[in-house]
Nanobody
Framework: QLQLVESGGGLVQPGGSLRLSCATP????????LGWFRQAPGEGRREAVL?????????NYRDSVKGRFTGSRDDDKNLGYLQMNNLRPEDTAVYYC??????????????????WGTGTQVTVSS
């Protein structure tokens, strides 16, 4: 398993925006689907947010983020992104990126991903 690296988290007011990045050292990201998960305070498990397939398409797993969150990727830079707009306090969580081989496609299950980052904290509060 390889370690991915998330960045871009922080404290933002409700209605604000953040863009998270996922670096994939040691991984040729064009061969992988990239998933974004989050773990809210007090929650024991991570929940899937969305997945970016190798064509750049998004599979969204949370109705609450539809129209606000968008995933993208830059295969030349081996990076994935999660653009988060109109943030709400309930979006507060540690956000993780994950990767699985592209031939398997996207998945909303944690166990289906082989490579994970250590997470970046996003706090939405006034």
């Amino acid at each position: 398993q390889l370690q991915l690296v998330e960045s871009g988290g922080g404290l933002v007011q409700p209605g604000g925006s953040l863009r998270l990045s996922c670096a994939t050292p040691g991984l040729t990201v064009k061969h992988y689907a990239l998933g974004w998960f989050r773990q809210a305070p007090g929650e024991g498990r991570r929940e899937a947010v969305l997945c970016i397939d190798t064509g750049g398409g998004n599979t969204n797993y949370r109705d609450s983020v539809k129209g606000r969150f968008t995933g993208s990727r830059d295969d030349d830079k081996n990076l994935g992104y999660l653009q988060m707009n109109n943030l709400r306090p309930e979006d507060t969580a540690v956000y993780y990126c994950a990767a699985r081989p592209r031939y398997l496609g996207c998945s909303g299950r944690e166990l289906d991903y082989d490579h994970w980052g250590t997470g970046t904290q996003v706090t939405v509060s006034s």
